[in-house]
C-alpha cells in the first residue's frame, strides 16, 4: 500500500487526508494519506523516508514550506521563485518540490469568473502563504500589489523577493479592488483591526481561512457590500495538482468534496 502524508506545525486542522483518502477510494487507488506534525529536526529524516520509498509522497505546510527545500534534488520553477514547497514527488531516483498552492489560488480565482488583470490588490500578511499568492497575482497581470504586514521586517523580506510590491504600515488602508487576508487572524473566531469605513463596496474580499467558512474578516465586507470568497477551492485546487503529480489522475470536484471538507 502507498503512503502519504502532509507534515507540519501544528497539523491537526488539516483537511488534507480527508480529501485524499475521499480521492483514493473513489480511483480505487491502495494508499493512504495520514496527518504527521514534526519539529523542524525531523523534517530531514522524514523527507530521506520518501528518498528510499518507505512514503510515496507528502504535502508541506506551515512552517515547513521552505525548511524542506535544502533536502531536495530539484525544484519545479514555481516552487523555485517563491522558495515554496507545498508537494513532494519522487521520480527518477530524485525527490522534487512542488508548488500547487499558485495553481490553487488562480483556480479559485478563476471560478470566480473574476478577472484580476489590472485589479490593484491589498494583501493582509506574510507568511508561509503569500509568496505563493504573489506569484498568482503576478501571473494574472493585476496592476499594483500593496502588502501590509504587523511585523513590517517580513513584509520587507518579501520585497527582497518580488521588488514591485509595495508596502504600507500595519492598519493602513489604501484603496484597492481585492483585499486578501492571508493572516491567521480569523482561525479563531478574531476579527482583523481595520479601518473599514472608507472601503465601501463593489470590492472583492478574499481569505484563505476556509475552516470557519466565514471569518469575521469576510462577514465585514460582506455587511459592506462588497462579494467574499472563502480559500477553500484554493485547498481543493491544491490539493487536486498535487493528486494529478503523484497519481497522473484528476480528481473529481464537485459539491460532494465540497461537502467533505463542511463536515468538521
Ligand atoms: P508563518 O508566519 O509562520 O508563515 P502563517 O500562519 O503563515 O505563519 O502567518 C501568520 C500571519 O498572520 C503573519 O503574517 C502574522 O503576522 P506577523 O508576521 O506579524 O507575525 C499574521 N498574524 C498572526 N497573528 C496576528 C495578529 N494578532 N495581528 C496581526 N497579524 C497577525
Known amino acids: 500500500m502507498k503512503k502519504y502524508f502532509v507534515i ?54 506551515v512552517p515547513f514550506k521552505k525548511t524542506v527545500i535544502p533536502f531536495l534534488n530539484k525544484l519545479s520553477p514555481e516552487a523555485e521563485q517563491t522558495q515554496s514547497v507545498n508537494t513532494i514527488c519522487f521520480n527518477n531516483g530524485e525527490l522534487v518540490g ?3 498552492d499558485i495553481v490553487g489560488f488562480q483556480k479559485a480565482i478563476n471560478k470566480l469568473n473574476y478577472n484580476a488583470k489590472n485589479k490593484k490588490i491589498l494583501i493582509l500578511g506574510a507568511g508561509g502563504v503569500v509568496p505563493s499568492i504573489i506569484f498568482a497575482l503576478n501571473k494574472m497581470e493585476v496592476s499594483q500589489i500593496i502588502l501590509s504586514n504587523r511585523t513590517y521586517k517580513k513584509a520587507e523580506n518579501l520585497k527582497l523577493q518580488f521588488n514591485k510590491i509595495n508596502i504600507v504600515n500595519w492598519g493602513e488602508i489604501p484603496e484597492f479592488d481585492i483585499i486578501i487576508n492571508a493572516t491567521s487572524l480569523g482561525l479563531n473566531n478574531e476579527t482583523i483591526d481595520i479601518e473599514t469605513s472608507n472601503i465601501g463596496h463593489g470590492k472583492l474580499f478574499y481569505d484563505v481561512i476556509y475552516n470557519p467558512a466565514e471569518t469575521n474578516f469576510l462577514k465585514n465586507g460582506k455587511k459592506l457590500g462588497n462579494q467574499t470568497e472563502n480559500g477553500k477551492f484554493m485547498f481543493v485546487y491544491q490539493a487536486f495538482e498535487a493528486f494529478k503529480l503523484w497519481h497522473n489522475i484528476e480528481p ?3 459539491n460532494q468534496i465540497l461537502n467533505l471538507l463542511n463536515d468538521d
Not at 22 to 27: D, V
Open 98 to 100: 512542488h508548488n500547487t
Open 252 to 254: 473529481s470536484v464537485n
Open 8 to 61: 507540519g506545525n501544528p497539523i491537526n486542522h488539516s483537511l488534507s487526508p480527508k480529501l485524499h483518502n475521499h480521492w483514493f477510494k473513489q480511483n480505487n487507488i491502495n494508499a493512504v494519506y495520514e496527518k504527521i506534525k514534526l519539529e523542524e529536526n525531523e523534517v530531514k529524516n522524514f523527507i530521506n523516508k520518501i528518498r528510499n520509498q518507505e512514503i510515496n509522497g507528502c504535502n508541506v505546510t
